[in-house]
């Protein structure tokens, strides 16, 4: 089973600033590896795949990079909407599906 | 447009069993996947189980592997999770989800979740 790892769990930045989650997997996963957005009480959003394409509707301040095993979610210019938890998924060997534990996003 | 709608969550006893639905549309339900994934309070997302798209192949998470048994009917456009001997670990929202592509395992479309509680 790959593990996921995100970091950090807790991140709080000023509106307007930029915010970089990282995510971390056991495995290699090519570029197979998506984010999501959740935020309470709703389900998860799909904002980016394959590691670095925006899913329709996630707004340009979303970025991703990375491959093989270290990947970066980026937000710039924080706005206070984006203030929710972060998962990153690995499909690359599967099954499992597996998931990070999820970093929170806090807008000072 | 894709609507994922879940049915039959509730307040189960530790031992019993629940089957839950999801009811599909805005797609061509019999060319996709379907997953289930579970998200206890206050926790992370987990991976439950798949079927695919013609419903022969079938994937289980090993934490709950043998009490579990996806199924799909395609003329009804809907998912199902029989869920067996059912534990207080097995507390969660489970979310029925589909694949953007069907070649790309990262899940576009979710439903709202429906709250499994095991309780006595």
């Known amino acids: 089973e790959i593990v996921m790892t995100q970091s950090p769990a807790t991140l709080s930045v000023s509106p307007g600033e930029r915010a970089t989650l990282s995510c971390r997997a056991s495995?290699?996963?090519?570029?197979?590896l998506a984010w999501y957005q959740q935020r309470p009480g709703q389900a998860p959003r799909l904002l980016i795949y394959g590691a670095s394409t925006r899913a329709t509707g996630t707004p340009a301040r979303f970025s991703g990079s990375g491959s093989g095993t270290e990947f970066t979610l980026t937000i710039s210019s924080l706005q206070s909407e984006d203030s929710a938890v972060y998962f990153c998924?690995?499909?690359?060997?599967?099954?499992?599906?597996?998931f990070g534990q999820g970093t929170k996003l806090e807008i000072k | 447009q894709v609507q994922l709608v879940e049915s039959g969550g509730g307040v189960v006893q530790p031992g019993r069993s629940l089957r839950l639905s999801c009811a599909a549309s805005?797609?061509?339900?019999?060319?996709?996947?379907m997953h289930w994934v579970r998200q206890a309070p206050g926790k992370g997302l987990q991976w439950v189980a798949v079927i695919s798209f013609d419903g022969t192949n079938k994937y289980y998470a090993d934490s709950m592997k043998g009490r579990l048994t996806i199924s799909r009917d395609s003329s009804r456009n809907t998912l199902f999770l029989q869920m067996n001997n059912l534990r207080a670990e097995d507390t969660a929202v489970y979310y029925c989800?589909?694949?953007?592509?069907?070649?790309?395992?990262?899940?576009?479309?979710w439903g709202q979740g429906a709250l499994v509680t095991v309780s006595s």
């Open positions: 998924q690995q499909y690359n060997n599967w099954p499992p599906y597996t």
């Open positions: 989800a589909r694949q953007l592509y069907s070649d790309t395992g990262a899940y576009y479309y």
């Open positions: 495995q290699s996963l090519n570029s197979n």
């Open positions: 805005g797609f061509t339900f019999s060319s996709y996947a």
